[in-house]
């Protein structure tokens, strides 16, 4: 059985969550707190396996509870937040603190869809249950100076797939890259409002460009375009560019944006000269098409088991034998431009 405490100073928060968790067959909530100074009692207590943790509270906040969490006593924490444009930041920044994952805050609707909802709580729970945890620390970024140096053909592209705990392994690889890099196409597992500021947070502190992809969008050197969340992104030819497209299809793999669909409109292209890494995430999304791309002649990666949160897609990509190799998340960047630089 899973333990699981459920931080929120709502009452009625807290009732629906403990009714849709104990749904579960494989599930059971051992506590409730008002606020974290009652969470940090009942984590010592009752020794939970995750905890579900609201962002606003009151005698302190999410964000700060998190992180001497995170930092004393490391476990799986799915944050409950608001998915509005204002609560976004504060949950990619919890996600940053070491948060496997999030869940929409309950609306007044959500009875209408209680199933859904319970569904989607579970398995995030479930998920963080299994995820791989490490105490928080500040990082000092080592760059590689060389990969300034590398060249790149006109006609080199490269592209990225994740899930759950995606956003900060995505943020692992941009950050190493050169202002001249290959264009790179992004597919993450994200709420809408959630890809915006995340491609905004991206653009703040990498080298290069960061953008949630438009339609029509040309892939130029020194950018990186990020899936919006509610829209496939695929990549098109015409002439001898290469074009984003968007469309709100039927979702792939559950999911949209789907991994899949990205990489298989590369491999469609026949893009000899592409470079793709599929990263931490629950599930098979994107190993299909990690296998479609490797067949058509793309360098392809995915993620080792120790580095990554969650080691579902790559282990699925890998199963399948859709791999060149297998790379630590701290070695992607340099692996994906030197691949990219041989093209």
């Known amino acids: 059985m899973i333990k699981v405490l459920i931080v929120d100073d709502s009452p009625l928060i807290r009732g629906l969550l403990?009714?849709?968790?104990?749904?579960?067959?494989?599930?059971?909530?051992?506590?409730?707190?008002?606020?974290?100074?009652?969470?940090?009692?009942?984590?010592?207590?009752?020794?939970?396996?995750?905890?579900?943790?609201?962002?606003?509270?009151p005698k302190m906040d999410g964000l700060s509870f998190l992180k001497n969490l995170m930092r004393l006593r490391p476990m799986p924490v799915v944050m409950v937040s608001t998915l509005t444009q204002k609560?976004?930041?504060?949950?990619?920044?919890?996600?940053?603190?070491?948060?496997?994952?999030?869940?929409?805050?309950?609306?007044?609707?959500?009875?209408?869809?209680?199933?859904?909802?319970?569904?989607?709580?579970?398995?995030?729970?479930?998920?963080?249950?299994?995820?791989?945890i490490r105490a928080f620390k500040e990082q000092k970024l080592e760059k590689d100076s060389s990969?300034?140096?590398?060249?790149?053909?006109?006609?080199?592209?490269?592209?990225?797939?994740?899930?759950?705990?995606?956003?900060?392994?995505?943020?692992?690889?941009?950050?190493?890259?050169?202002?001249?890099?290959?264009?790179?196409?992004?597919?993450?597992?994200?709420?809408?409002?959630?890809?915006?500021?995340?491609?905004m947070r991206m653009d703040r502190i990498c080298a290069i460009n960061v953008k949630e992809a438009e339609q029509?969008?040309?892939?130029?050197?020194?950018?990186?375009?990020?899936?919006?969340?509610?829209?496939?992104?695929?990549?098109?030819?015409?002439?001898?560019?290469?074009?984003?497209?968007?469309?709100?299809?039927?979702?792939v793999n559950r999911h949209r944006p789907a991994v899949d669909v990205l990489f298989n409109s590369l491999a469609a292209l026949n893009c000899k000269a592409t470079v793709a890494s599929l990263l931490t995430g629950m599930g098979s999304d994107g190993a299909k098409g990690l296998l479609a791309l490797h067949q058509a002649g793309a360098y392809t990666?995915?993620?080792?088991?120790?580095?990554?949160?969650?080691?579902?897609?790559?282990?699925?990509?890998?199963?399948?034998?859709?791999?060149?190799?297998?790379?630590r998340l701290d070695k992607v960047a340099a692996h994906m431009l030197n691949q990219a630089a041989k093209v």
């Open 18 to 57: 403990k009714e849709v968790l104990e749904q579960a067959g494989d599930m059971h909530v051992v506590g409730a707190a008002e606020d974290p100074y009652q969470a940090r009692d009942l984590i010592k207590r009752l020794n939970p396996d995750v905890l579900t943790l609201d962002i606003e509270m």
């Open 87 to 132: 609560g976004s930041p504060i949950t990619l920044e919890a996600l940053e603190l070491g948060a496997v994952d999030f869940i929409a805050k309950p609306t007044a609707n959500v009875s209408e869809n209680l199933q859904r909802y319970a569904y989607l709580v579970q398995q995030k729970v479930r998920t963080a249950a299994g995820a791989r």
């Open 147 to 199: 990969l300034d140096s590398l060249q790149f053909k006109s006609n080199a592209v490269m592209a990225i797939g994740a899930s759950t705990g995606g956003t900060e392994a995505i943020k692992e690889v941009l950050i190493r890259m050169p202002k001249h890099c290959p264009p790179i196409v992004i597919t993450q597992h994200i709420p809408p409002v959630f890809s915006t500021s995340f491609a």
């Open 216 to 251: 029509g969008d040309k892939l130029e050197a020194g950018w990186a375009y990020i899936a919006p969340g509610d829209q496939h992104l695929s990549v098109v030819k015409k002439g001898a560019a290469l074009y984003c497209q968007l469309d709100s299809g039927e979702p």
């Open 301 to 327: 990666m995915a993620q080792d088991e120790l580095s990554s949160v969650v080691w579902g897609m790559p282990k699925a990509a890998i199963e399948l034998n859709a791999a060149n190799e297998i790379v």
